[in-house]
């Protein structure tokens, strides 16, 4: 009977160790871990004024990597300086797909918007309730009127 259990313990083993690269775990035989993906958000680089009238425009420019191959990228004004709060959030793109690299280029009309300061945001979703984000240098304040050149 010992030796019954023995094979048995032995079995489970080569059928753990043949099944461990397929599933992403294991020695050093298996795939590399991917890294998680990445966003850094470039434009506004500075803080600005602008006026909803006449709506006056904002460009957004920002990179990504996703080695996953799984991300979507969501691009959002903030109000209170907090992504993880959403009910102050404005979406400006949704499901973007990444580009590895290659500069997105992004025009935001803020029109609709209510006066306010906001910081830009890129989100970049991946797994199961994971994801990554990039904040913008430069913050956009909002105001309902006119801005008046000096």
Not at 25 to 30: A, D, E, K, P, R
Not at 113 to 119: L, M, Q, R
Not at 130 to 141: D, H, K, N, S
Request: aromatic content about 4%; overall charge negative; charged content about 15%.
């Amino acid at each position: 009977m010992a030796q019954r259990g023995w094979l048995a313990s032995v079995a489970l083993v080569a059928v753990a160790l043949l099944l461990a690269p397929a599933c992403g775990g294991g020695g050093g035989s298996s795939a590399p871990l991917l890294a998680p993906p990445t966003v850094e958000v470039t434009e506004p680089a500075v803080d600005r004024l602008i006026a909803t009238l006449p709506a006056e425009t904002v460009e957004i420019r920002f990179t990504d990597m996703d080695p996953t191959g799984t991300a979507l990228i969501d691009v959002i004004a903030d109000r209170d300086g907090s992504p993880a709060t959403t009910t102050d959030q404005v979406v400006i793109a949704q499901d973007l797909l990444p580009q590895n690299g290659t500069e997105h280029v992004l025009t935001w009309l803020a029109e609709t918007v209510a006066p306010g300061t906001y910081g830009i945001y890129a989100r970049v979703r991946f797994g199961s309730d994971l994801e990554v984000v990039g904040v913008a240098p430069g913050r956009i304040q909002v105001d309902a009127l006119p801005i008046e050149d000096a």
